[in-house]
């Protein structure tokens, strides 16, 4: 009885030690596509300035009418 319960105990151990491998693993994968995506970012913004400062300008305006569409809906 001992014997299974350590067997059980092992095997427990055993695929809890390989989950955290695949989730290491996925973490590494997951921050290597994010370094890659702000690379793509950099090299986007170095040749097409122009662009990329009126995307962001665009994207600020829209936030900040939402953001005062959200206060002045909860003023009133």
Request: glycine share 8%; net charge positive.
């Amino acid at each position: 009885m001992r014997t299974d319960t350590m067997d059980s105990a092992h095997e427990i151990d055993d695929r809890v030690q390989e989950a955290r491998r695949v989730a290491e693993k996925a973490v590494r994968r997951g921050i290597e596509r994010l370094e890659d995506l702000k690379d793509e970012g950099v090299h986007y913004v170095k040749r097409n300035p122009l662009k990329a400062v009126a995307v962001a300008a665009g994207a600020g305006l829209m936030v900040g009418l939402v953001t005062g569409w959200i206060v002045r809906r909860r003023a009133s």
